[in-house]
């Protein structure tokens, strides 16, 4: 059985960073693609950023140049960085597990989602 469960959310002041890390539990992680989506009160579910098994990285426009996701295969770990964190950055974020090698389609697995709050 596959759990992701994730870490490092919190209040922070525009600006400011964070780091969110997922720990993988079971066998997909190391054969699989993973992804960081958000959502924001009223909003859809959004891919934020994805990185492949091979370490390709995609992002989202909006964060594009401000966070940086990482995967660490010896830890099962998967980790976005959020640098100069803006107000429309608040939203939950989930971490999930894609069905297969890249970055497409629907995840296969979800987090539980950790809360990241900007304040202005």
């Known amino acids: 059985q596959v759990q992701l469960v994730e870490s490092g959310g919190g209040l922070v002041q525009a600006g400011g960073s964070l780091r969110l890390s997922c720990a993988a539990s079971g066998s997909i992680f190391s054969d699989n693609a993973m992804a960081w989506y958000r959502q924001a009160p009223g909003k859809e579910r959004e891919l934020v950023a994805g990185?492949?098994?091979?370490?390709?990285?995609n992002y989202a426009d909006s964060v594009k140049g401000r966070f940086t996701i990482s995967r660490d295969n010896a830890k099962n770990t998967v980790y976005l960085q959020m640098n100069s964190l803006k107000p429309e950055d608040t939203a939950v974020y989930y971490c999930?597990?894609?069905?297969?090698?890249?970055?497409?389609?629907?995840?296969?697995?979800w987090g539980q989602g950790t809360q990241v709050t900007v304040s202005s």
């Open positions: 999930a597990a894609m069905r297969s090698r890249v970055v497409a389609g629907t995840p296969g697995y």
């Open positions: 990185i492949s098994k091979g370490g390709r990285t």
